[in-house]
């Protein structure tokens, strides 16, 4: 092999491995690109779903926060009907609380739903039973304070009504008509007591039951919201994890 032939066969080696080396060089550089463009979309990711799990950790705990707020504000304002003589409070407090309970049911997970449910139940039945219980109570009272200026007719009524409540008055069954008589005579007796009002007497044709069933009826509910109170706020511990370590 002569003298240009060999320069020629090396420059040609040296240029094909100047090729390949640029080729593999290339690849490699790709190859890392492509890593890091993989591993900034890893960070970029996990950044995002740090950033939402930190929003909605923090929009459960406000919104859980204002719906036991709520709820607290609803019983409570049909624990002050008892004694204030209106219901006008209890309405709108009800309201408030069912609009935050879908707001709660929203945020929440699936695990809070039955607690969610369980709350709302208990509170309507504090509601509900404000409106036919709170009357009751009223009514009962109002008759008793008729004891001294009310007169014959209030003796009247409290004995009417003393007596359907008596084991001899309401024991055993009774006709439709004898009902109707012992309706009739004690809404006659009441309607004679002008200080009663209508409204509380209706309450008393509705239920002459003993005057502290009221108390009853609100005593054991709110006992049942207690109860499920305290499970929906162990729940809302776990799931915002803020339970004692």
Known sequence: MDTETTVALIGAAAVA??????????????????????????????????????????????????????????????????????????????KVF?????EAELVSPSSMDGHLSALHDAVRNIWSTAHTWAPHGWAWRALTGLGGSGGPEADRARAVLERLRSPGGSGGPRTFAQLRAAHDELRQALEALPGLGPDLARSLLQDGDEPNRSLEERTWREQHYAEVRGGFIEAAREVLGTHET
Not at 45 to 71: D, F, H, K, N, W
């Open 17 to 94: 491995g100047t090729i390949v080396g640029t080729i593999v060089g290339a690849r490699i550089q790709a190859g890392s690109g492509h890593a890091q463009a993989q591993a900034a979309r890893d960070a970029a990711a996990t950044a995002a779903r740090a950033s939402r799990e930190s929003v909605l950790g923090e929009r459960r705990r406000t919104v859980l926060a204002a719906y036991i707020r709520a709820a607290d504000l609803c019983v409570d304002a049909c624990a002050r009907s008892y004694t204030s003589g209106s219901l006008e409070e209890n309405d709108p407090a009800y």
């Open 98 to 102: 069912v609009l935050v309970q879908a």
